[in-house]
């Protein structure tokens, strides 16, 4: 199964369902199944980011009451990758009203992964990510 590595908290709002498409700087041919990896790594900023700003009402309804608490170096979610789209005009004006908006980068020039048949892996896998799209084998 094909499977992109994402940072916190951005994986584990797609494992619970609030994040449904995935914003990138480049697009891909493939659609289908897509394993929804957590980073081991963490931004030198984000936590910092998140000592000021609460996490997203999403994660701490999920359970994840500190940046801490989230999972790092797991699959954490299957879903089936339906679409890549570019952020253009008219498909920001479907997602500027949304939650979606907070949770991506819309900037011109990205594109829009929609992601569908999001399913959340309890326990998560523990697995090392790459760059880009890489194989997952959960076995």
């Given at each position: 199964?094909?499977?992109?590595?994402?940072?916190?908290?951005?994986?584990?709002?797609?494992?619970?369902g609030a994040?449904?498409?995935?914003?990138r700087?480049?697009?891909?041919?493939?659609?289908?199944?897509?394993?929804?990896?957590?980073?081991?790594?963490v931004?030198?900023?984000i936590?910092?980011?998140?000592?000021?700003?609460?996490?997203?009402?999403?994660?701490?309804?999920?359970?994840?009451?500190?940046?801490?608490?989230?999972?790092?170096?797991?699959?954490?979610?299957?879903?089936?990758?339906?679409?890549?789209?570019?952020?253009?005009?008219?498909?920001?004006?479907?997602?500027?009203?949304?939650?979606?908006?907070?949770?991506?980068?819309?900037?011109?020039?990205?594109?829009?992964?929609?992601?569908?048949?999001?399913?959340?892996?309890?326990?998560?896998?523990?697995?090392?990510?790459?760059?880009?799209?890489?194989?997952?084998?959960?076995?």
């Amino acid at each position: 199964m094909k499977a992109i590595t994402l940072w916190q908290p951005w994986a584990s709002l797609i494992a619970i369902g609030a994040k449904r498409i995935e914003t990138r700087n480049w697009a891909t041919r493939y659609r289908g199944p897509l394993a929804i990896h957590a980073s081991k790594r963490v931004p030198w900023d984000i936590e910092a980011f998140y000592a000021e700003e609460p996490l997203p009402y999403a994660l701490i309804d999920a359970g994840y009451e500190t940046f801490a608490d989230l999972p790092f170096g797991v699959v954490l979610a299957t879903c089936r990758l339906v679409d890549v789209l570019p952020t253009t005009d008219e498909f920001l004006t479907n997602v500027l009203l949304t939650p979606e908006w907070n949770y991506g980068d819309y900037s011109p020039g990205r594109f829009a992964w929609l992601l569908d048949d999001i399913t959340r892996l309890d326990p998560p896998v523990t697995a090392s990510g790459r760059q880009g799209l890489w194989e997952w084998s959960n076995s």
